[in-house]
């Protein structure tokens, strides 16, 4: 399927429009920040009320209708083409650097035990363009993409579209990104994982692990029975030497199930000596935060317990850090707000609201 930006460079070629049209209406969105098709002055009018007559007023293809806003955090509920909705987080960081949470699927069919996203199961997987249209979207606002990361709704690698946005997120004439300004997360899709490192090496990748113990790691993520851990680890450890990359091991820390001390020590055990680039790998904890559909034994850690596991992965010699929590009070993790925006957020008067708002 083409992109969008495709579409309209062949649609202005139809209508015998010189080549430099697209450059200006390119101009218009990426650096005019020019939401509407009638708004961009530097093109004709007749022109632009053929584009607005055929692709619509706006150029985003999806519609926001529920936010909600911390100090740190934002986040948008969208409604897409066919009804669904997904959720895309701005975070703001010291130094005003500005980071987005992006998701590739509406809903996740991978049934991860405690994913908010899981509970809702997979509704479809987005295109490319809706997939961007998130980054659009907070672009068109008038924040500076800083960075983005593929840690929304859905696991990326089970989308094909995946591999064309990121196409469009590094392109030159559009949204000019570094590769190393964008992170995809898994939950370890093999073939996936392959084609990121043969396709886009300096994309950075994240592995979300959750428990060294494989029998455990499977009742957590069902995944684990098609894609083995063992199996997962060695394609890292390929990544690795290829790419000469640092690879993140993602661990949300359940209270009580997998924070022990013996956990620490397997988690140490499992990614030392893996050869001269093991150095390359690092830890990053998170905290567990309460989901909506998410089974009720799943809760936060207590202090002490992050604590423990922190300093034991330290003393192996392992490289880790404690993520900063971000939007814990606006329900920031991934499906929750499409789980309960009904009650808690603001509507933002789309033009056709879901029927549930």
């Known amino acids: 399927m083409s992109s969008r930006y495709e579409t309209w460079r062949e649609f202005l070629a139809e209508q015998g429009q010189p080549a430099y049209r697209y450059d200006q209406l390119l101009r218009a969105v990426f650096r005019e920040r020019v939401s509407e098709f009638g708004r961009m002055s530097a093109l004709p009018r007749e022109l632009r009320e053929k584009l607005s007559a055929r692709f619509g007023e706006s150029v985003l293809s999806i519609e926001p209708v529920a936010r909600s806003d911390s100090e740190q955090a934002t986040k948008v509920l969208f409604q897409i083409p066919r ?55 907070f672009h068109l606002e008038g924040h500076k993409i800083d960075s983005i990361s593929f840690m929304g709704m859905g696991e990326p690698f089970a989308n094909p579209a995946t591999f064309e946005a990121l196409g469009l997120l590094t392109d030159p004439k559009l949204f000019a990104l570094s590769p190393r300004r964008v992170t ?19 994309v950075n990748l994240v592995f979300s692990l959750h428990s060294p113990f494989p029998e455990q790691r499977s009742q957590l993520v069902p995944l684990n029975r098609r894609y083995p851990l063992e199996e997962v680890m060695e394609v890292l450890d390929e990544h690795i030497r290829e790419t000469r990359r640092q690879v993140s091991i993602a661990y949300i820390l359940l209270g009580g199930i997998n924070d022990t001390p013996a956990h620490a020590d397997a988690v ?52 880790v850090t404690l993520r900063q929590s971000f939007g814990t009070d606006i329900d920031a993790a991934c499906g929750q707000l499409y789980g309960r925006y009904a009650p808690k957020l603001t509507q933002m008067g789309a033009r056709t609201p879901p029927a549930a708002l």
């Open 184 to 202: 995809i997360s898994t939950v370890g899709v093999i073939p996936g994982m392959v084609r990121l490192r043969e396709e886009f090496p300096r």
């Open 83 to 137: 009804g669904e909705r997904v959720e895309a987080v701005r975070m703001k960081y010291r130094a005003a650097w500005e980071s987005f949470c992006i998701s590739s699927q509406s809903g996740c069919n991978l049934a991860c035990a405690f994913c908010a996203t899981g509970a809702i199961g997979l509704k479809r997987s987005l295109t490319a363009d809706e997939i961007t249209d998130q980054v659009l979207y």
């Open 268 to 319: 140490a055990s499992l990614l030392k000596d893996r050869g001269p680039w093991s150095y390359l790998y690092h830890v990053n904890l998170i905290r567990y935060n309460p989901a909506v559909g998410a089974p009720e034994e799943f809760a936060r850690p207590v202090s002490e317990a992050v604590n423990r596991f922190l300093g034991r992965l330290r003393d192996a010699g392992i490289n």
